[in-house]
């Protein structure tokens, strides 16, 4: 061998070793990627004299869970009914032990949080509402709700609705479908926003589930709303925040700064939060 090449034959082995680790590397970096979500959150108090929302996140070898529960202001015992409920569905995820267990899993922790509630009430109001996601590891969306908090995916600069209120401007609705009463008097009706249905009540029916997860998209961010940031702000205005490019909880942030400039009289407890499918 010609004793010139040497240094080229060398130098040529350690171009292929170093292509070969750096596409390893790419390989590692998308496998440890994948399942991979980003989380943000906001919240205010609002004008309100206590923060009756709560809520929390949790990862376990089934995927990312997000919780938040609005305890309904005007009643007593707000706070102490969306802490149970987050809590109780918090540790209900923590002990599953399968994904085919998810509407089980769902219908306990409902069904768990609500008794708790009515027997810590021990005869008084309150309440909460609910709605939480969960992103498993194929990147599904499964999801649970009761009460007016709302679930939306913001996909391509739009929302894409998932839950429907429990209130009565439902009931409200159907009955004019039916031709009962006229479009005016569901509109003009002082009772549409009120809940029919959520924990701590007695006469609490059931979580709505979705029958099939969703299969999520690459950016898709899944939002969930307390009633005190759709009531702030316009789809608009909540959609020229989110098409930002900025991470989950900066958004959050800046939805929250949005709706504390609004600076309105009755301004409720308002949070959000945000889970992004980033693969």
Known sequence: MDHKLVPYIIAL?????????LIIRGILAQKMEK?????????TIG??????????????????????????????????????????????????????????????????SNHMIVENL??????????TAIIDNDGYLHWGAVGDSVITIFRNGEFLAINQKHIFESVLTERYIAGEISQL????????????????????????????????????????????????????????ILSQQAPPYDLAQNIIKAVEQKRLKNQDNATILILEKIW
Do not use: W
């Open 13 to 21: 082995i350690f171009i292929v070793v170093l292509i070969f680790l």
């Open 47 to 112: 004008r309100r004299d206590e923060q009756d929302d709560y809520f929390s996140t949790a990862e376990t070898a089934h995927g990312t869970m997000a919780v938040l529960a609005d305890g309904i202001s005007g009643l007593a015992n707000g706070r102490m009914a969306s802490t149970i409920a987050v809590t109780t569905f918090i540790e209900e995820f923590k002990k599953l032990g399968s994904l085919n267990q998810l509407q089980d899993f769902f219908k306990k922790a409902a069904m768990s």
């Open 185 to 240: 008097e569901v509109q003009e009706n002082p009772l549409k926003k009120r809940l029919i249905n959520y924990l701590g009540y007695e006469g609490f029916k059931n979580l709505d589930t979705g029958n099939n997860p969703i299969q999520l998209h690459k950016g898709d961010k899944v939002c969930l709303f307390s009633d005190g940031i759709y009531d702030a702000l316009t789809e608009v205005e909540m959609e020229k």
């Open 35 to 43: 399942g991979k979500i980003y989380i943000g959150n906001g919240q």
């Open 122 to 131: 021990n005869g008084s109001n309150g309440g909460t509402t609910l709605v």
